[in-house]
């Protein structure tokens, strides 16, 4: 079967992926693999908007200490001055590529409208209404469309990455083999540079506000090639999604809280100033672990989010969708607080990347959710996933061109794809059981409060889960599902390892067993597999 070849090739079709993508087309071809319709991606489930210095009355060095103060010690100072600085030059892209950002009329003049989120000190969230991930993903896929070198396979799932097999000790990446879901056949995806571009990993945990799709494919698969990982105990869970059986975890924006909802018991109790001064407005780890730590206290099943004291055509033109969507299960956010829960939500952790989005491993770059580049440190400030997408689609392209801008190696022949024996399998059950286990195990004891018990009952189970898997993985023909799932017990232990490693609580990260910070932890929690051997051409 031939080989799919382009120069560039992008691995995931959100904000990162596509930016990178659409400027990579001036320069060569590429091809661009989702894993289901172009437009499901992370960046589309994403409401609150992207945080940038825009306002006169902001400045870089406020964003980057509102940064800093979240990270709670473990940013790399240079990664968050470089990406914070290169806000304003990537909203303007975005808008250039046709992105309409929500405006005002103030007093005259028609400016966008600022929103602020928990742990900014300024107003500096450009938004479009609350749905800024579907906007963005909209210009970004007509403008893609719009480029006759690029073009997007979807429902194509990524394998394995093509890693050149030589006797040098640091071998390249040359794309990668990735499944078609309607053939179901594996094919070679070649090309010159290959970006990593998958999004995060919410699928691991049993409740997250994430897409179906987020499986973590991107660290899994560089992991598995040799690349390293840091970082990964720091999940952050989204303080505030909807509690309903039919809502799926529905996301409720943070911006809400920043213009004024407040957290409350069923009595009506508000509780947030126990737990920090700023209430509803502290960093979203310690929300989580607030709403956490009463709904255990008390036995409860969800809080509630109040935001029926603010006049309701501002609330009905300010989150649109929102109130929509409450409506829709019965809930009238003008009029009554909605139930709401924590759920998984954003990976602080990723595929260790330099300033321009460059992996350890040559011709391999990483950039969005599923890379680790010491902006977030130990926690994500609200809407600086946006932001750090952009900018780093953006200097991964700038770092790609200057490399390839004298290579002419060709690159070398891989072997195809061959499933050996391996036979397809009706016995469906056995991948969903799996894949049931792993998010229940991760939700009990590897969710927002940990322990070392807990830790290694689920370091354990998941050794036990991965051997199950492998020998699933290898005796049967692949599909979708087999792919993530296999990807997802990897995600899963990389959580785990590093959750066991770091003896302190920090951000994200806290145990009942250190619930205090230690310095001797100020640093990264980084993981790499040894045991690399080149890309097979088999299911291996």
């Given at each position: 079967m031939e080989p799919i070849s382009s120069d560039f090739l992008v691995i995931?079709?959100?904000?990162?992926?596509?930016?990178?993508?659409?400027?990579?087309?001036?320069?060569?071809?590429?091809?661009?693999?989702?894993?289901?319709?172009?437009?499901?991606?992370?960046?589309?489930?994403?409401?609150?908007?992207?945080?940038?210095?825009?306002?006169?009355?902001?400045?870089?060095?406020?964003?980057?200490?509102?940064?800093?103060?979240?990270?709670?010690?473990?940013?790399?100072?240079?990664?968050?001055?470089?990406?914070?600085?290169?806000?304003?030059?990537?909203?303007?892209?975005?808008?250039?590529?046709?992105?309409?950002?929500?405006?005002?009329?103030?007093?005259?003049?028609?400016?966008?409208?600022?929103?602020?989120?928990?742990?900014?000190?300024?107003?500096?969230?450009?938004h479009a209404q609350d749905l800024t991930g579907r906007e963005i993903m909209r210009a970004l896929g007509e403008a893609a469309a719009a480029r006759p070198n690029l073009r997007v396979l979807e429902n194509h799932v990524a394998v394995n990455l093509l890693i050149e097999n030589h006797a040098g000790s640091n071998p390249a990446c040359w794309g990668a083999y990735a499944l078609n879901k309607a053939t179901m056949a594996v094919r070679k995806v070649v090309a010159r540079a290959t970006m990593l571009a998958t999004g995060g990993a919410g699928k691991v945990y049993l409740y997250t506000t994430n897409p179906d799709i987020a499986s973590g494919d991107g660290v899994?698969?560089?992991?598995?090639?040799?690349?390293?990982?840091?970082?990964?105990?720091?999940?952050?869970?989204?303080?505030?999604?909807?509690?309903?059986?039919?809502?799926?975890?529905?996301?409720?924006?943070?911006?809400?809280?920043?213009?004024?909802?407040?957290?409350?018991?069923?009595?009506?109790?508000?509780?947030?100033?126990?737990?920090?001064?700023?209430?509803?407005?502290?960093?979203?780890?310690?929300?989580?672990?607030?709403?956490?730590?009463?709904?255990?206290?008390?036995?409860?099943?969800?809080?509630?989010?109040?935001?029926?004291h603010q006049p309701a055509s501002h609330v009905r033109e300010r989150f649109p969708n929102i109130y929509k969507r409450c409506l829709s299960f019965g809930y009238d956010l003008t009029s009554a607080p909605i139930p709401v829960v924590p759920a998984a939500h954003y990976m602080c952790g990723g595929v260790v990347t330099d300033l321009c989005g460059r992996t350890t491993i040559p011709r391999l770059y990483?950039?969005?959710?599923?890379?680790?580049?010491?902006?977030?440190?130990?926690?994500?400030?609200?809407?600086?996933?946006?932001?750090?997408?952009?900018?780093?689609?953006?200097?991964?392209?700038?770092?790609?061109?200057?490399?390839?801008?004298?290579?002419?190696?060709?690159?070398?022949?891989?072997?195809?794809?061959?499933?050996?024996?391996?036979?397809?399998?009706?016995?469906?059950?056995?991948?969903?059981?799996?894949?049931?286990?792993?998010?229940?195990?991760?939700?009990?004891?590897?969710?927002?409060?940990?322990?070392?018990?807990r830790l290694e009952r689920a370091f354990r189970r998941i050794q036990l889960l991965k051997e199950e898997i492998h020998s699933y993985y290898w005796d049967h023909l692949l599909d979708s599902d087999l792919i993530e799932l296999r990807n997802l017990v990897t995600v899963a232990e990389l959580v785990v390892r590093c959750a066991m490693a770091r003896k302190e609580s920090r951000g994200l990260h806290y145990t009942m067993d250190h619930p205090e910070h230690d310095d001797e932890w100020l640093r990264d929690s980084l993981i790499r597999r040894e045991d690399v051997q080149p890309t097979p051409a088999s299911p291996a």
């Amino acid at each position: 079967m031939e080989p799919i070849s382009s120069d560039f090739l992008v691995i995931g079709g959100g904000i990162a992926g596509l930016l990178f993508a659409i400027k990579a087309s001036t320069i060569g071809t590429v091809t661009v693999l989702t894993k289901a319709a172009s437009d499901e991606a992370n960046t589309a489930y994403a409401q609150g908007g992207i945080a940038s210095v825009w306002s006169v009355d902001d400045s870089f060095e406020s964003h980057v200490d509102d940064t800093l103060r979240a990270g709670d010690g473990l940013c790399n100072s240079l990664a968050v001055e470089t990406i914070v600085r290169g806000g304003p030059d990537a909203v303007r892209e975005l808008i250039a590529l046709g992105t309409r950002f929500t405006r005002i009329d103030a007093g005259g003049e028609d400016e966008y409208d600022l929103g602020r989120e928990g742990g900014h000190s300024h107003r500096r969230v450009l938004h479009a209404q609350d749905l800024t991930g579907r906007e963005i993903m909209r210009a970004l896929g007509e403008a893609a469309a719009a480029r006759p070198n690029l073009r997007v396979l979807e429902n194509h799932v990524a394998v394995n990455l093509l890693i050149e097999n030589h006797a040098g000790s640091n071998p390249a990446c040359w794309g990668a083999y990735a499944l078609n879901k309607a053939t179901m056949a594996v094919r070679k995806v070649v090309a010159r540079a290959t970006m990593l571009a998958t999004g995060g990993a919410g699928k691991v945990y049993l409740y997250t506000t994430n897409p179906d799709i987020a499986s973590g494919d991107g660290v899994a698969m560089a992991y598995r090639a040799g690349a390293p990982i840091a970082n990964m105990e720091f999940y952050q869970f989204h303080p505030t999604c909807l509690y309903h059986p039919a809502a799926k975890s529905f996301l409720i924006s943070e911006a809400l809280r920043g213009e004024g909802a407040i957290l409350r018991l069923p009595d009506g109790t508000a509780f947030m100033k126990r737990y920090h001064p700023d209430a509803e407005l502290a960093p979203r780890d310690v929300v989580a672990r607030a709403i956490d730590s009463e709904m255990k206290r008390l036995g409860l099943d969800c809080v509630y989010l109040d935001i029926s004291h603010q006049p309701a055509s501002h609330v009905r033109e300010r989150f649109p969708n929102i109130y929509k969507r409450c409506l829709s299960f019965g809930y009238d956010l003008t009029s009554a607080p909605i139930p709401v829960v924590p759920a998984a939500h954003y990976m602080c952790g990723g595929v260790v990347t330099d300033l321009c989005g460059r992996t350890t491993i040559p011709r391999l770059y990483a950039a969005g959710e599923t890379a680790m580049t010491g902006l977030h440190g130990a926690n994500r400030l609200a809407s600086n996933s946006l932001l750090e997408a952009a900018v780093m689609g953006r200097r991964a392209y700038g770092a790609v061109r200057e490399s390839l801008r004298n290579d002419f190696r060709a690159p070398p022949e891989f072997p195809e794809w061959d499933p050996g024996s391996a036979a397809r399998t009706e016995q469906r059950v056995l991948i969903t059981h799996s894949w049931d286990e792993i998010r229940r195990l991760m939700w009990n004891y590897v969710g927002i409060v940990r322990s070392e018990r807990r830790l290694e009952r689920a370091f354990r189970r998941i050794q036990l889960l991965k051997e199950e898997i492998h020998s699933y993985y290898w005796d049967h023909l692949l599909d979708s599902d087999l792919i993530e799932l296999r990807n997802l017990v990897t995600v899963a232990e990389l959580v785990v390892r590093c959750a066991m490693a770091r003896k302190e609580s920090r951000g994200l990260h806290y145990t009942m067993d250190h619930p205090e910070h230690d310095d001797e932890w100020l640093r990264d929690s980084l993981i790499r597999r040894e045991d690399v051997q080149p890309t097979p051409a088999s299911p291996a």
